[in-house]
C-alpha cells in the first residue's frame, strides 16, 4: 500500500455558490497566465499560491461535517478529522470541506473575512 498526506481546511461559507466561487478554477488565469497578479482560484490566491494542480484537490459544501463520509477515502481521513475539529473549538458549523494533496500549498493557512471563515487543520496520512 502506498500512503500519501492531505492537507485539509473545514470551513463556513454562507451559501453554495459562495464557496463554489471561491474554490473553483479562474479562466482568466490561462489567459493572464504570466502575471503575478492572477490565481488559479481564489482559494489559490488566500493561500498566497498562485497554480497548483487542482487535479489534486477535492472540495464540498454539505449541509454538515457527517456528510463528507463519501468523499475519497473519508473512512481513513475523517475520525481524524472529527478528533482536530472537536480539539479546536470551532465557533461556527461547518459546511464545506477543501482537502488537496500536501505539498501543492506550500504554506497553508487559516483564512478568515467577513464572508466566510476557513481553518488550516494540517495534513492526515492515508493509504491507497
Given at each position: ?31 493572464e ?71 501543492q ?19 492526515i496520512?492515508?493509504?491507497?
Amino acid at each position: 500500500m502506498n500512503r500519501q498526506i492531505l492537507d485539509f481546511w473545514v470551513g463556513n461559507f454562507r451559501t453554495a455558490e459562495d464557496f463554489e466561487m471561491f474554490v473553483e478554477e479562474d479562466e482568466n488565469y490561462y489567459i493572464e497566465e504570466e502575471s503575478d497578479d492572477t490565481y488559479i482560484s481564489k482559494f489559490a490566491e488566500s493561500q498566497d499560491t498562485v497554480w497548483f494542480d487542482q487535479d489534486l484537490m477535492e472540495y464540498g459544501f454539505e449541509q454538515s461535517i457527517q456528510h463528507f463520509s463519501e468523499y475519497s477515502f473519508a473512512e481513513q481521513w475523517l475520525p481524524v478529522l472529527y478528533n482536530r475539529v472537536n480539539e479546536m473549538n470551532l465557533t461556527f458549523e461547518i459546511n464545506s470541506l477543501v482537502f488537496v494533496s500536501q505539498g501543492q500549498i506550500p504554506k497553508p493557512k487559516s483564512v478568515e473575512n467577513d464572508h466566510f471563515s476557513l481553518v488550516y487543520l494540517g495534513g492526515i496520512e492515508f493509504e491507497y
